[in-house]
């Protein structure tokens, strides 16, 4: 009130004092009124909550996690992008595994554990919700393409998910930046996430791309597809794959040769 005084109705400053987050009355009855709740709930438990879930709460999900294919995926996105930044996203997450929540949301088998061993490096401050959400998604095309249409995400988040697939191999510094430089920074960051998730990276490795990858100011090619063409490649196809392989060569030589050389 405007006097200072907190009326609290229902117990919660209790329940914050004792790190509890739980359905006012009937929890059932709430996630009936909204099935939301029940992502919201993890939400809130993994930003106030302690260490064991309000019980209650627990078992009202698992018996009602099915209601969530009723929900529009622009909301059901909305919220999984909220829940998936926080601090304690995994043990939300292992939570909503167990009672069939994520199974229900996502469609496809959730990696809980990819996303708990990332989000554990010592150089991770905070989740991306696109890099969260890939992390627990399989290594299939088709599968991201059906979650991306559960969620109704856009355009460009479902570029990046389903591009993360290919894997650059051998994963080098020099792989990592031609990656950076045809597709960006965060892809390029989003694959050595993921190879550290998925064994393929050791934890002190992982450090020292990500250091580098970060330093690094992405250069420019030199040349470009009008070059090529004045050297004698036909416009076409062959132009792409042109400057492709130059741009392998470049990055090969550490992005030293110059203009004169790459015409050459």
């Known amino acids: 009130t405007g006097e200072g005084v907190i009326e609290d109705w229902t117990g919660g400053l209790e329940d914050l004092a004792a790190k509890r987050v739980r359905f006012i009355g009937d929890a059932e009855a709430r996630i009936r009124e909204d099935h939301l709740r029940m992502l919201r709930f993890f939400r809130f438990d993994a930003r106030f909550g302690g260490e064991r879930p309000d019980d ?17 995926g ?15 996203a995994g043990q939300a997450l292992a939570a909503m595994q167990d009672v069939g929540l994520l ?10 554990e990819r996303f708990t061993t990332v989000s554990r490096h010592a150089d991770f401050d905070a989740m991306d919700a696109v890099l969260g959400l890939r992390l627990l998604l399989p290594h299939e095309v088709a599968l991201i393409n059906q979650v ?58 992982l450090s020292e791309h ?5 330093a690094w100011d992405i250069p420019k090619l030199p040349v470009d597809g009008h ?19 130059l741009e392998a060569w470049w990055f090969e030589h550490d992005t030293t040769p110059d203009r004169a050389a790459l015409l050459e």
């Not at 051998?170 to 998730?197: C, F, K, M, V």
């Not at 004698?232 to 132009?239: L, R």
């Open 56 to 72: 209650t709460a627990i078992e009202a999900c698992r018996a009602l996690a099915d209601l969530v294919a009723h929900l529009s």
């Open 74 to 88: 622009e909301r059901l996105q909305d919220e999984l992008f909220r829940l998936l930044p926080t601090a304690r």
């Open 103 to 112: 199974a229900q949301t996502l469609t496809v088998p959730a990696d809980v």
């Open 148 to 205: 991306a249409d559960r969620l109704k995400l856009s355009n460009a988040d479902r570029r990046r998910l389903v591009g993360s697939v290919e894997k650059p191999s051998p994963l080098t510094d020099t792989t990592i930046r031609l990656l950076a430089y045809r597709e960006g920074r965060a892809r390029a960051e989003d694959s050595l996430w993921l190879a550290h998730g998925d064994g393929r990276l050791s934890a002190e490795y």
């Open 210 to 214: 990500l250091a580098r990858l970060r």
């Open 227 to 245: 070059a090529v063409i004045d050297h004698g490649v036909p416009p076409g196809p062959m132009v792409k794959q042109a400057l492709a392989a």
